[in-house]
């Protein structure tokens, strides 16, 4: 019996570590990631280390736990058969064990988030803050930093509090014996309030950055594609466009400045159109040196060699979003038709709807790890797409516009900004993945067998056969294993049933964003790198940077 069950455990170890592995070689790859993409944004000028490593390792914390979704996955769809039937090595001790072993990888990860959200992120932004207005003490900027964040400190304490004893009691539903499965798995999964503290307030970091995925993702879903397509201007015509501006704003300023030859000063009106004037020059006099750079650098060379190849890029990217949104608009109208209501929080037992990544994903499932790349990609292209909303819209709090993202040129603070967003979005892209794919996430391939009579000679006959059927709520409790991800996204109804309307309102944006984007022109070359409120200083940064 002994030796039985050792080589259960090590037919089990087997299982993991093949899904460890990857999981680790997908981690690797996040960090190279992440060094690259936060390198690539931070200011060459005002680069501190700190930031630079916090931006780095919350970023690469949400990627590391958006990659532990299909490992999940893999391992309950590993423990059984494509018949049907478990594995000889997949007795119930080993599943629980398999299935704690990714429990705690999420609680540990998740609690890695809460850190970086409400402590380490805020004290380092708020210490970057205090350093800029005095640069003198360094023991005063830490104890306001820390002041500050002990705002952030008492949210998180809040939150855990209210996760750790909010009533659970979902409204039950008559003659829903479905509904009744699932339930009995949320109470099984909360019975420790630790882990429901922790559940509550990573849902409620989710819906933070489901009203991101909103704002940035959705419209950059359409901006990324279209401006691949358009191209930009080209920077020799703009060069010249801004000769002549520079040649206009010049004459403007001696005809006013002629006014006072004689010796009499100008009107105030005048002295505050020549101050207008002489901005505005100093600005088209940046531009003139940011196209001229861009003009002479290599990098301008290649990408218009490569410039069909964006188009191609840019149509593929168009394809995808609407694939996505297709997709989504199934599952929601699904949610809608045949779930078991608001006060469950929209949760479907079954797929009744199907849509194409739904249908796709359990069949990759089956090769690992195809599967696993397509969701690696899916989160990329929701980072890029967010990306490129964030860098056309910028960092707003409601109408004021806190920080602009520019290459090679983001300051500190607007590093871990963006990082904070980035980071939101990834924590709701498990979630989206959901809403495209439920069956995938909920139950990967696994099936159960279900018995039936089978007709011989056209009659009924007592012959007991057993057919294999995807696993849906409909399965026995001991036939089919729900994914820990799925179990810590569902927990609380209320949040389901917000993330529900965040999905209509991510379709309506996208589809708005869209309609902008198609009627708006080609960008500049330089759009976004040069305003106003810049310094001349910035000019060296940008030199380097396509020298």
Known sequence: MLLLTEAKMAAAASELLTGWCLFGLALLAILIFCWVYVRKYQSRRESEVISTITAIFALAVALISSALLPVDIFLVSYMKNQNGTFKDWADANVSRQIEDTVLYGYYTLYSIILFCVFLWIPFVYFYYEEKEEDDGNTCSQVKTALRYTLGFITVCAVLLLIGAFVPLNIPNKKNSTEWEKVK???????????????SFSISSLTVIGMLAAITYTAYGMSALPLNLIKGTTSAAYERLENTEDIEEVEQHLLRIKSKCRDGRPLSSRDRRTVQQLEERLRTLRRRERH???????????????????????????????????????????????????????????????????????????????????????????????????????????????????????????????????????????????YSLAPQYVMYGSQKYLVQSNKTIDGQLRNVTTFVSKDCD???????????????????????????????????????????????????????GEVDEDDSDMSDDELSVYYR
């Not at 608009?329 to 949760?347: C, T």
């Not at 967010?386 to 910028?394: L, Q």
């Open 473 to 527: 709520a409909d399965a026995p409790e001991d036939q089919c294993i729900v994914t820990r991800t799925y179990l810590f996204l569902h927990k609380f109804w209320f949040f389901s049933a917000a993330y529900y309307f965040g999905n209509w309102a991510f379709i309506a944006v996208f589809l708005i964003g869209l309609i902008v984007s198609c009627c708006k022109g080609k960008k500049s070359v330089i759009e």
């Open 184 to 198: 009995l798995l949320f109470e099984e999964f909360g019975s420790s309030h630790g882990l429901t503290a922790l």
């Open 291 to 433: 196209l001229e750079s861009i003009e002479k650098s290599w990098w301008t060379k290649f990408c218009e060699a490569i410039r069909p190849l964006k188009i191609v890029w840019g149509v593929f990217f168009i394809i995808v979003a609407l694939l996505f949104t297709v997709s989504l608009f199934l599952s929601n109208l699904d949610k809608a038709l045949h779930s078991a209501g608001f006060d469950s929080g929209f949760i479907i037992l079954g797929t009744n709807l199907t849509n194409p990544l739904n249908m796709l994903l359990p069949v990759l499932q089956r090769v690992f790890p195809l599967d696993y790349i397509l969701i690696t990609t899916i989160v990329m292209y929701f980072i890029f797409t967010s990306m490129a909303g964030i860098r056309n819209m910028g960092i707003w709090f409601f109408w004021i516009r806190l920080y602009k993202i520019r290459r090679g040129k983001t300051r500190p603070q607007a590093l871990l900004f963006l990082c904070m967003i980035l980071l939101l979005i990834v924590l709701h892209t498990s979630y989206m993945i």
